[in-house]
């Protein structure tokens, strides 16, 4: 069955991260509040792409995901697949999660750190049928308040570019 949605996180500076490292953050997504049953992961290191898909993939396929999510040497890619709106929020967890984790006071192996950008928007529930405030990582900025967000200039008044029930 092929998911509704696939997604990731380019985890900038995290390439070097242990298997154990990994492993830690499949347990995360997995806890029933969560949800999810995984993670793919595709590291770029000195030795190229790896992934933990490799079997299944080309260099190729690896490749054009590293090149969509902007991947650099030394980067971490996670991707989650499976229904749209149960992944949109497994991977805004995922997100948070990684946010913690990649403080510099907690994390000095990364040798950078992803920066976030969160915008107000709305979700309709099926049970409610109502809009319910969420917070995503795939809003963009209204096309002429972007500019505020690269001069970090006045950031509570960039609005999103969203759809408005």
Known sequence: MRPELVVGINTEGCAAWSRKRTDALIDFVKLPRIGASGIVFVKWTEEGLKSTVDKFYTQEHLQRWAERFGMKQGDLLCIMAGNADKTRKQLNELRLHLGELLRPARSPRCTSHSRWWTF????????????????????????EDAQKLFDQSDLGSVRANATTW
Do not use: L, V
Request: aromatic content about 8%.
């Open 120 to 143: 107000r928007c709305w979700s309709r529930t099926k049970r409610q049928g109502a809009g319910m405030p969420c917070t995503t990582p795939f809003t963009a900025p209204k096309p």
